[in-house]
T-cell receptor, first 113, second 112 residues
Framework: DVKVTQSSRYLVKRTGEKVFLECVQD?????MFWYRQDPGLGLRLIYF???????EKGDIPEGYSVSREKKERFSLILESASTNQTSMYLC????????????FGPGTRLTVL | GEDVEQSLFLSVREGDSSVINCTYT??????LYWYKQEPGAGLQLLTY?????DMKQDQRLTVLLNKKDKHLSLRIADTQTGDSAIYFC????????????FGAGTRLAVHP
């Protein structure tokens, strides 16, 4: 059974704090993705990675960075959290083939005060 | 650029059919997807259709694809309260890496 896990379901941080969101997949997938989900805006891609140590910017990378040191783990980093980064963060992974869909984790709801 | 549009809300009576509509812009998309998100959960793949198909049926779900109009729909027959969720339409991004472009999501509310 495929599994994508995220380190926290709920997180509350203060403005200016450094925040780490962790995502782990057990499917040996090459591709991993970080999205944020906001009401009325759907899912917007922040960053993705197609291999270890490789990363590409998505549609809204500003204020975020990522790290992929191991194939199964993809981390999203907020260097200095701001209130406009309060959101639901979703991680996903997929294989390389065109037919490979994305599998999602349960999400982390981050609140920045 | 690529864009996917959906209406934000749909309310149906239990037992009726629900039809959720979606329009997309990238005519080169290989696959189009429907994902379901239940409250407090991540997205779950519901079904998908290959771009050279017009229709796909899977139990209570029917997907219709009109490539000429770039219109995708999801019909849920005999809608139940357990179908209440947000439904996302997504198309594959022509730039590769299995990237997806998502719509804003349609919140389906099923009432007695």
């Amino acid at each position: 059974d495929v599994k994508v896990t995220q380190s926290s379901r709920y997180l509350v941080k203060r403005t200016g704090e450094k925040v780490f969101l962790e995502c782990v997949q057990d499917m040996d997938h090459e591709n991993m993705f970080w999205y944020r989900q906001d009401p009325g805006l759907g899912l917007r891609l922040i960053y993705f990675s197609y291999d270890v140590k490789m990363k590409e910017k998505g549609d809204i990378p500003e204020g975020y960075s990522v790290s992929r040191e191991k194939k199964e783990r993809f981390s999203l980093i907020l260097e200095s959290a701001s209130t406009n980064q309060t959101s639901m963060y979703l991680c996903a992974s997929s294989g390389l083939a065109d037919t490979d869909t994305q599998y999602f984790g349960p999400g982390t709801r981050l609140t920045v005060l | 650029g690529e864009d996917v549009e959906q209406s934000l809300f749909l309310s149906v009576r239990e037992g009726d059919s629900s039809v959720i509509n979606c329009t997309y812009t990238d005519s080169s998309s290989t696959y189009l997807y429907w994902y379901k998100q239940e409250p407090g959960a991540g997205l779950q793949l519901l079904t998908y259709i290959f771009s050279n198909m017009d229709m796909k049926q899977d139990q209570r779900l029917t997907v219709l694809l009109n490539k000429k109009d770039k219109h995708l729909s999801l019909r849920i027959a005999d809608t139940q309260t357990g179908d209440s969720a947000i439904y996302f339409c997504a198309e594959t991004f022509s730039g590769g890496y299995n990237k997806l472009i998502f719509g804003a999501g349609t919140r389906l509310a099923v009432h007695p």
